[in-house]
């Protein structure tokens, strides 16, 4: 069966997904990313894919109890349905949770002991988009070289055929969940909290959640509608945010707390409605866990500031930059123990202690209001004795997914030939001892991500300046940062 090997992507398979578009929503596609690529995942594909699954499963772990859970988005239903009766097919057991949240299908792979899991879902990105994060046990991620494998036994229809489908059965898994969260993290005082779902799933979920923690609940744009018509929900775009920072400081609320579509990114504003870089979210993690566990190291992604690198020793721990990624952090968690904390950028924050070396928003913000809850101080003063520095949230160019790797590749060669750069993921580039540059390609959507950090403005603008130079040699990427400003709301995609 032939299929379109873009989808299968390095840390989850994703492509848009549904039986037709009409020309507005093509046309809406095409101002945000560029040529429509198709629909490149059907019910056949679904179906394709199920079974591919559950032959890997069985083969490599002789699998037999599989769960699955999907997002509530347009077309989710049908591909769930077709997704289940192509593992199925392989002789597993499928247990259908209905409509979850990644990290509540990561909790429950581990926790019931499921053989392996599924959860459908377009993540953080927009309605067009559905795809398949896939785990074996304890939720260690099948990923990379496992999913091309996966995309050749589909061209060559390499399946199981049991003589007998697998059972079928269905499982709530919210309330096993909730109870273990709040056994394990308590508050010293009720909270006031504003929370933006952003009409993702998780607005579902939220209230219960956060009540029975014993937090005043306020929500933002809970009811849930798969084509986001507020904002797209993405924490970690602070421009997503600023309506709930609006809300805290009218409500005068101590948090704001924002999750992404599918569960497994958080994002925070303070008290004064000004949104809180996720890398520092993690440095008040990090000081938390590793005064409990002195030594330990803590693993955060290639766009985080380079505060990392020198306030993880001062807290007692050792600092490991890592490539971006849910699936290749979760597997170095899995493989270097070692490690107690993990978190990125986008706000993935990954818990080793009490928990299972999964990423996952609301434990993530449950653990940051226990924080909060011990002092009488507002939450911005949790953060007062962080330097500061200048630095641009993740700044996205489009670049097609054809060419986007090579267009890198060609990048890093230029400036690892004149500057000291990290190559883990795209290219690092060193200017000096506090400034740098990436530039790297998503490994999710079609396009390149930025991140610039300097002490002051001007030399951040210095250094933009110079990749932007390099940058428009490439007619592919079909975007221009702003080189006047740290950075605006003005490109395709968002900052520039």
Known sequence: MKVSQSIFRLYDIRGVAGKEFSPKAIAEFERWYGKFPGINITLDVARAIGSAYGTFMVRNFKAKEILVGHEYRPFADELNAAFIDGIRSTGCNVTDAGIALTPIVY????????????????????????????????????????????????EAEDFIVADKPGTYSTKELYPTYE???????????????????????????????????????????????ATFPNHVP????????????????????????????????VGCVDEKGQYVDADILLLLLSKDVLSRHPGKTIVFDVKCSRLMEKLIPTFGGKPLMHMTG?????????????????????????????????????????????????????????????????????????????????????????FSATNKTIIIDGVRV??????????????????????????????????????????????????????????????????V
């Open 107 to 154: 909790f429950s792979d581990c926790f019931f002991k499921f053989d392996g899991a599924v959860n459908i879902t377009g993540s953080h990105n927009v309605y067009f988009y559905n795809g398949f994060k896939m785990m074996g046990k304890d939720a260690s991620p099948v990923f990379g070289d496992d999913l091309q494998t996966l995309w050749k036994m589909i």
């Open 179 to 225: 109870k273990y969260i709040t056994e394990h993290i308590s508050l010293k005082r009720k909270l006031k909290i504003v929370v933006d779902t952003g009409n993702g799933s998780a607005g579902f979920f939220t209230e219960q959640f956060f009540t029975k923690l014993e937090c005043e609940v306020i929500s933002l744009f809970k009811d849930v509608d």
């Open 234 to 265: 993405d924490p970690e775009d602070r421009h997503s945010m600023i309506e709930l920072g609006k809300l805290v400081v009218k409500e005068k609320a101590d948090i704001g707390i924002g999750i992404d579509a599918d569960g497994d990114r």
């Open 326 to 414: 849910h699936a290749p952090i979760k597997q170095t968690l899995r493989k270097n123990k070692d490690v107690v904390l993990g978190g990125e950028v986008s706000g993935h924050m990954y818990f080793v202690e009490d928990y299972f070396r999964i990423d996952d928003s609301f434990f993530a913000a449950a653990k940051i209001l226990e924080l909060l809850s011990r002092t009488n101080e507002p939450f911005s003063s949790l953060f007062v004795d962080f330097p500061m520095t200048v630095r641009t949230p993740e700044l996205k160019l489009p670049c097609a997914d054809e060419v986007k790797f090579a267009v890198v590749e060609e990048i890093r060669k230029k």
């Open 430 to 495: 060193l200017f000096d001892d506090t400034s740098w540059a990436l530039v790297r390609a998503s490994n999710t959507s079609p396009y390149l991500t930025l991140r610039f950090e300097a002490d002051t403005e001007a030399r951040l603008l210095e250094m933009k300046n110079v990749i932007a130079d390099e940058l428009e040699r490439y007619p592919e990427i079909t975007d221009r940062l702003n080189r006047t400003a740290v950075s605006t709301y003005t490109g395709r995609l968002g900052w």
